[in-house]
């Protein structure tokens, strides 16, 4: 997990109200992505970045925002929690060539919504 | 759409022996495919990446290969050892030409070595 930090680790809320989920990389990579994981399901992504400022939807971004002010962070805001979204977040990075591995995947934020 | 299936959820084998692990997948072929693996509470780690023109790929005990006509990709660990319990991921890298790299993941298959 070096070089890629995600916060809070752990988060419990209600339904209703707004979270913002913290990626950190150290890594200097062009590329950030929001995965996230549930039972039964591969990892699925949000969101993801091709550069600051710049972002695009993923395959289940009904209900979530990015945004990335900076190369180092992209945040992941839940403006109105529901409990379809309790699920573990991912974070990862690349180094932006087609076919370059995600080489970090953060250690992820496990988000219960009650 | 683009489906991954990974044809098992769970793997039982003894260590010594080698672990195949089975990715499918419909429609086009991607660009590239790669393997993951990923133990409970953390993240997936890359193993390895294989390309569309590309028949098979080894690292160490590891070894990948990538059958565009079969639209598969079997993934071998040869005397495998319980150290190398967990689940392992498959994924599919649609864009061509150099672009954003996103992956289209399959659900896992759980590996367990029993010693």
């Known amino acids: 997990d070096a070089g890629i930090t995600q916060s809070p680790r752990h988060k419990v809320t209600e339904t209703g109200t707004p979270v913002t989920l913290r990626c950190h990389q150290t890594?200097?990579?062009?590329?950030m992505y929001w995965y996230r994981q549930d039972p039964g399901h591969g990892l699925r992504l949000i969101h993801y970045s091709y550069g600051v400022k710049d972002t695009d939807k993923g395959e289940v971004s009904d209900g979530y925002s990015v945004s990335r002010s900076k190369t180092e962070d992209f945040l992941l805001t839940l403006e109105s929690a529901t409990s379809s979204q309790t699920s573990v977040y991912f974070c990862?990075?690349?180094?932006?060539?087609?076919?370059?591995?995600?080489?970090?995947f953060g250690p992820g934020t496990r988000l219960t919504v009650l | 759409s683009q489906k991954i299936e990974q044809n098992s959820e769970a793997l039982n084998i003894q260590e010594g022996k080698t672990a195949t692990l089975t990715c499918n997948y419909t429609?086009?072929?991607?660009?590239?495919l790669q393997w993951y693996r990923q133990d409970p509470g953390r993240g997936p780690v890359f193993l390895l990446l294989i390309r569309e023109n590309e028949k098979e790929k080894r690292k160490e005990r590891l070894k990948v290969t990538f059958d565009t006509t079969l639209k598969q990709s079997l993934f071998h660990i040869t005397a495998s050892q319980p150290a190398d319990s967990a689940t392992y991921l498959c994924a599919l890298d649609m864009h061509y030409g150099g672009s954003q790299g996103n992956l289209i993941f399959g659900k896992g298959t759980k590996l367990s070595v029993k010693p």
């Open positions: 990862a990075i690349s180094g932006g060539t087609s076919g370059t591995p995600l080489k970090f």
């Open positions: 890594e200097n990579h062009r590329y």
């Open positions: 429609n086009y072929s991607p660009a590239y």
